[in-house]
């Protein structure tokens, strides 16, 4: 039975009758389509190339002289200089995304392709070196398309905030900008021969969508629309087809479906069955399709290395429809022995039109319209084949002059014989390959030369480094490959490949840039010439017992230390008498229970000595005695904790602004902490902007002492920030862009940051992405714009919403009130301060409850405020009890429960914990507090109250309110007293919610099932 797409099940747009849609669709000629496009986009004219009647002497002279020139004089306006009015902005990407298919942009003398990386679409001129970064987009770039003359470009991409975005090639500048075109974005795109419609398919898991947009006249509103069933989604390929773009097909891998529209906004789907049954062979997962052109023939390329050949169904047609959207599988042509990977069509001389093929293992075939093979490419020897695109420069053109002046240079032209065909030459225009493992091949057909323009990472690129004098970066990746670049000339200066056996976790320059430091997954390290990449030492170093985190070596090169992933730190010395091995193992401690989370050396101002410092998971910073170290003897100096309840992320030395020596963290609650470096006493806390961001690498930016101004640079998951000393928390000193989307906006995951020596260039890795990225600093600006901002107060004041800001003011006044004792007489005195005895409770009262330690600073509090999810946190860890004999994991259970439900304790082994844990809390305070939470004594020990209290009632009316067991629901609902601050019965995640005090005890709702009406999320998420 064949599986025939209805209207009812597709939700189609205006269905019609399928005669009148065939009357309607004529083919557009390439000529009409320009002229179309030119009356509708930005009305201006486009210049046609004017070709010489002359003889063919005249005609090569002038035509290409003419093409040439036409050419200049449009690329200046594409290759741009810098923009000047951008404190951060992108200057050149070192990588790209092979899991976009590449676009080649090639004419007669130009040698261009456009490919993306991350959120950057990049339009590159292979010959000269350049590239015109093209931004819009704050999700990692999913498709690219043109259109035929390759004069339009369009980019799409997945995640929140999607666009597609429609560029002008010749300049570089955006025409149309759709925001949001499908909820979760595109998929895949594609644009008409005359560029007038676009196609765009839908990045939603359910409920996919195939649309048609009339993208030149404005509309927000697809021309024509089709919601996918739910066994029909996941199509990830468009393909019009070539003289007629009212057809067109595209395919998941398990289906193909094939559509007929008309610019009325009728449109009709059908999707063709086939199994392996059909024709008794498997047929596999389907990797393009594609029209056949100057036919009604599509093929489909599948992993079984096959063609499926779909012809015109005439059982669902009128015998004199030649074209139908009605298709079925005629037959499987095996083409190739391995899985193809990638299809497309292009010209040939002899047979106006041929099939490209790449495999897995890297081999591209032609073949002609039969299905004949006339070439190959077997050496490419690259990786699987993940996107073939050929150039234009009309040595295929139809016109008589160009195919005589054809014949006669392909006489003394090096173009390969046909596989079928002797002595006659297999002629297409030369083609840029890209492959699964991040290789980009430009192939010259004349010759059969093939140029490597990109040799990258296809795995996470895990650490780069800049050399301390010189404009060299060196980069290291998960694919074994350590390279460096030259980032001024953008070449490369040498490349190691360790395999990928041996992949490399981690790298830095020494302080001289003699040596770069290398370190593995298994825990080795090497130190190399950092000109040549090869060994210094006689051996590594095979000391670490899991992945080299991190490195770092002393100020003056005497000492270098590294961090592995089993907790342990290791110190290396330099070994100056001898040679052979300048450097020399000491030794190596475990100071930490938790993950190392960075490692630095750190030197005062005016110190000739260093210090070593590492932050972990443990909260503790650790300090290290260097100058007592021996042979197989490295001391810790001073282990302190550094934080009570929330993880430091990061160190950092400050640039020299303060006039006090502080160690700068960021921790995972989005908070820069200033630390004293002699007496580690916490000296400043400031909330990082944006919020709910953490920032996992910090380094300052190089600047001369006398400057006006100093900076940090800060990276996050995917941002990049600038943020102006000195630390006060105002968000105007901040500056910050999508540097490598990660999470729901793409696949990357900011792994490395590293600032030029100069401090005019800063380099991100995208982990995950595969990407490097260079980017431009102009710090002036913002200075310019701290200065000539408004007042200072003002920017705090709009950081907090009217209502919350009021209702500080009244516990501010209340404040002064029990400052002065609410039963004076006499007349008060306001102030603008209170005393900061009266700080904590004011912090109480708008919900944040500092320990004893943070008390002196406010910032600590939260930016999210309490949240559901972090009482379920807190309780998950105390129901986790080991037993002390057999070490496995105990769970409190309440005997009148059949099966164990959410994870519960005994309010005695609660309050136990809060007694003698952490800052221990006295007995009778603990019912003090109990008691005013649970309404028993609703005044509490306040300094207003000043009636004797009986604290044996207290205590016995608070034992009869507490539950049985505990667990985070109820402890929220009738200790807390608290309850959800919407009404609302939202999707979010439950664990999300915030918090509120509300005035009684109200049910629980999880008592009655699954979510309830009081929730709201809390998610934050800032762009800018």
Not at 449 to 475: K, M, S
Not at 532 to 555: C, Q, W
Request: proline fraction near 5%.
């Amino acid at each position: 039975m064949e599986d025939d797409i209805t209207t009812s099940e597709l939700h189609l747009i205006t269905p019609t009758n399928i005669d009148d849609n065939h009357s309607e669709n004529q083919p557009l000629s390439r000529q009409e389509s320009s002229e179309d496009i030119t009356c509708v986009v930005n009305r201006e004219e486009v210049t046609e190339l004017q070709t010489n009647e002359g003889n063919a002497e005249d005609f090569g002279d002038e035509t290409d002289e003419r093409t040439i020139e036409r050419q200049i004089e449009v690329l200046p306006n594409l290759w741009s200089e810098p923009p000047v009015d951008q404190i951060l902005f992108p200057l050149w990407t070192f990588g790209f995304n092979q899991k976009v298919p590449i676009i080649n942009l090639s004419k007669k003398g130009t040698n261009i392709i456009l490919f993306s990386s991350a959120n950057l679409v990049v339009i590159f001129d292979i010959d000269n070196k350049r590239q015109r970064l093209l931004r819009g987009h704050c999700n990692e770039v999913t498709c690219l398309a043109c259109s035929f003359d390759k004069r339009w470009l369009v980019s799409g991409d997945r995640g929140p905030d999607s666009a597609v975005i429609i560029w002008d090639g010749k300049t570089g500048d955006s025409v149309r900008t759709m925001l949001s075109p499908h909820k979760n974005g595109v998929i895949c795109v594609a644009l008409t021969e005359d560029a007038r419609y676009l196609a765009t398919l839908s990045a939603d898991e359910t409920n996919q969508k195939f649309a048609i947009w009339n993208w030149t006249t404005g509309s927000e509103i697809p021309l024509c629309e089709v919601n996918l069933t739910d066994e029909h989604v996941s199509q990830n390929w468009i393909s019009f087809k070539l003289g007629n773009y009212y057809h067109v097909v595209t395919n998941s891998q398990r289906q193909v479906i094939f559509y007929n529209w008309n610019v009325n906004g009728k449109i009709y789907a059908y999707a063709p069955p086939l199994t392996d049954e059909d024709f008794d062979k498997k047929v596999g997962n389907f990797v393009g399709s594609r029209y056949v052109p100057e036919s009604n023939i599509a093929i489909t390329a599948t992993t079984q290395g096959l063609l499926v050949v779909w012809e015109t169904d005439k059982i669902n047609i009128k015998k004199d429809a030649a074209e139908s959207q009605y298709k079925k599988a005629v037959k499987l042509v095996p083409i190739h022995d391995k899985p193809i990977t990638f299809m497309t069509i292009t010209r040939s001389r002899l047979n106006k039109f041929c099939i490209v093929t790449g495999d897995v293992t890297g081999i591209i075939k032609f073949f002609d319209v039969n299905y004949m093979l006339l070439y190959w490419y077997p050496n490419l020897n690259a990786g699987p084949i993940a996107s073939i695109s050929f150039a234009s420069r009309g040595i295929l053109d139809d016109s008589e002059m160009l195919s005589w002046r054809s014949s006669i240079l392909l006489e003394s032209t090096e173009y390969p014989e046909l596989s079928t065909i002797p002595g006659e030459k297999f002629v297409v225009e030369d083609f840029i390959v890209t492959t699964a493992h991040a290789n980009m091949i430009s192939v010259t057909v004349d010759g059969s030369v093939l140029t490597y323009i990109h040799r990258d990472n296809h795995e996470d690129v895990t650490d780069l480094t800049c050399h301390p004098t010189l404009p060299h970066l060196a980069t290291c990746s998960l694919t074994g490959i350590l390279k460096t670049f030259h980032y001024e000339n953008k070449t490369v200066l040498a490349m190691q490949d360790f395999g990928t056996n041996d992949p490399i976790q981690s790298c830095r320059y020494c302080k001289s840039g003699l040596y770069i430091a290398v370190g593995f997954v298994s825990g080795y390290v090497r130190i190399v010439d950092s000109m040549t990449l090869k060994d210094v030492t006689s051996e590594p170093f095979t000391y670490g017992r899991g992945a080299i985190n991190h490195m770092d070596f002393a100020p003056l090169n005497r000492f270098f230390a590294y961090a592995d992933s089993a907790f342990t730190t290791t110190l290396v010395i330099a070994n100056k008498r001898s040679e052979v091995d300048p450097w020399v193992y000491v030794g190596r401690i475990r100071a930490h229970y938790r993950k190392i989370n960075d490692l630095r050396f750190w030197a005062a101002r005016g110190s000739k000595t260093c210090r070593l410092f590492t932050i972990g998971d443990d909260r503790t910073l650790v300090e290290y005695d260097l100058y007592q170290a021996s042979k197989n003897y490295f001391p810790m100096l001073a282990r302190v904790r550094i934080d009570q309840m929330h993880i430091p992320l990061c160190l950092s030395e400050l640039p020299p602004h303060y006039k006090e020596d502080f160690i700068f963290v960021s921790n995972d609650t989005s908070k820069f902490r200033l630390i004293n470096s002699t007496s580690f006493m916490c000296r400043k806390v400031v909330m990082a902007y944006p919020q709910a961001i953490q920032y996992y690498k910090v380094l300052p930016l190089p600047s001369d002492p006398l400057a006006t101004a100093h900076y940090l640079l800060c990276l996050s998951d995917e941002r990049l920030s600038l943020v102006m000393l000195p630390l006060d928390g105002d968000p105007l000193k901040n500056t910050n862009l999508i540097a490598h989307p990660s999470g729901k906006r793409g696949s990357g995951k900011a792994s490395a940051l590293a600032v030029s020596n100069d401090g005019r260039f800063v380099f991100t890795a995208g982990g995950p992405d595969t990407c490097v990225h260079m980017w431009g600093v102009n710090p002036k600006i913002l200075e310019d714009r701290v200065r000539n901002a408004c007042e200072v107060k003002r920017r705090f004041y709009d950081l907090l919403s009217p209502t919350f800001l009021n209702e500080l003011k009244d516990y501010y006044y209340y404040s002064m009130l029990r400052t002065q004792g609410l039963k004076c007489l006499d007349t008060r005195q306001t102030s603008l301060t209170i005393p900061i005895t009266e700080i904590s409770y004011v912090m109480r009262a708008v919900g944040f409850y500092p320990t004893e330690e943070e008390v002196v600073y406010c910032n600590y509090r939260p930016h999210q405020g309490v949240l559901y999810k972090d009482a379920e946190k807190a309780f998950d860890r105390l129901c986790h009890v080991r037993d002390s004999d057999t070490g496995k994991s105990l769970y409190f259970r309440d005997p009148r429960e059949k099966i164990k439900d959410t994870p519960k304790i005994p309010p005695e082994y609660l309050f136990n914990t809060l007694q003698t844990i952490g800052e221990p809390i006295g007995e009778t305070e603990l019912i003090e507090y109990l008691a005013v939470l649970m309404g028993n004594f609703p005044e509490g020990g306040n300094p207003e109250v000043t009636e004797p209290v009986n604290s044996a009632a207290i205590a016995k009316a608070v034992d009869e309110s507490l539950p049985m067991f505990l667990n985070a629901e109820n402890f929220v609902r009738r200790v807390l007293g608290m309850k959800f601050c919407s009404t609302k019965n939202l999707e979010d995640d439950y664990l999300d919610t915030k918090l509120r005090v509300t005035d009684s005890i109200s049910p629980s709702p999880l008592d009655h099932g699954g979510l309830n009406e009081n929730k709201q999320s809390c998610d934050v998420q800032t762009d800018y």
